[in-house]
T-cell receptor, first 116, second 111 residues
Framework: NAGVTQTPKFQVLKTGQSMTLQCAQD?????MYWYRQDPGMGLRLIYY???????DKGEVPNGYNVSRLNKREFSLRLESAAPSQTSVYFC???????????????FGDGTRLSIL | GNSVTQMEGPVTLSEEAFLTINCTYT??????LFWYVQYPGEGLQLLLK?????DKGSNKGFEATYRKETTSFHLEKGSVQVSDSAVYFC??????????FGIGTKLQVIP
């Protein structure tokens, strides 16, 4: 079972470059999320999509955009990368139809992004 | 707002020692509580969960009890192994889409 697949696994960018992080899940989950993980900060929510066709800001959305392409795919775009966006990015999904908070999130293995 | 507090560590234990990682939370309503584990180079994966007060979640020898009176969800294991070395995250889900994670506790188990 693939679960949640993220591409690429590693990326190095120069300041000002743009790129899109891809995420796909094969569990037919309604909700998808993008987090960043930084030392001493835990996971911080960037954007989420409660269902196909909707997206909402999380805790740290500045400098990012997202697209929920279909039920399976949720991409994260950095339009003009900055060194402060150096981080490990995780995509997750959950079966949260109807606002059920009992269901866990399923995570991909992350994208390690360095911005010089 | 909701919050989760846990020590960052690292927590260093010898193999077969008893493990406790403390987790306390602040939330409105009746959240569900989770422990996730992250191995090096991987994403988080669910370890156990509890959805109401006094529930005990358990998996792979790990246990945690949802204590509403002390707003706690401490993780315990009776005898740790080297393979348990990882980062452990406490989290709460307090409503639609609102998942709050702790900062993660790094556990190192030495032979």
């Amino acid at each position: 079972n693939a679960g949640v697949t993220q591409t690429p696994k590693f990326q190095v960018l120069k300041t000002g470059q743009s790129m899109t992080l891809q995420c796909a899940q094969d569990m037919n989950h309604n909700s998808m999320y993008w987090y960043r993980q930084d030392p001493g900060m835990g996971l911080r929510l960037i954007y989420y999509s409660a269902s196909e066709g909707t997206t909402d800001k999380g805790e740290v959305p500045n400098g990012y955009n997202v697209s929920r392409l279909n039920k399976r795919e949720f991409s994260l775009r950095l339009e003009s990368a900055a060194p402060s966006q150096t981080s490990v990015y995780f995509c997750a999904s959950s079966d949260s139809l109807g606002g059920n908070s009992n269901q866990p999130q399923h995570f991909g293995d992350g994208t390690r992004l360095s911005i010089l | 707002g909701n919050s989760v507090t846990q020590m960052e560590g690292p927590v260093t234990l010898s193999e077969e020692a008893f493990l406790t990682i403390n987790c306390t939370y602040t939330a409105t309503g009746y959240p569900s509580l989770f422990w996730y584990v992250q191995y090096p180079g991987e994403g988080l994966q669910l370890l156990l969960k509890a959805t109401k007060a006094d529930d005990k979640g358990s998996n792979k020898g790990f246990e945690a009890t949802y204590r509403k009176e002390t707003t706690s969800f401490h993780l315990e294991k009776g005898s740790v192994q080297v393979s348990d070395s990882a980062v452990y995250f406490c989290a709460l889900s307090g409503g639609y889409q609102k998942v709050t994670f702790g900062i993660g506790t790094k556990l190192q188990v030495i032979p």
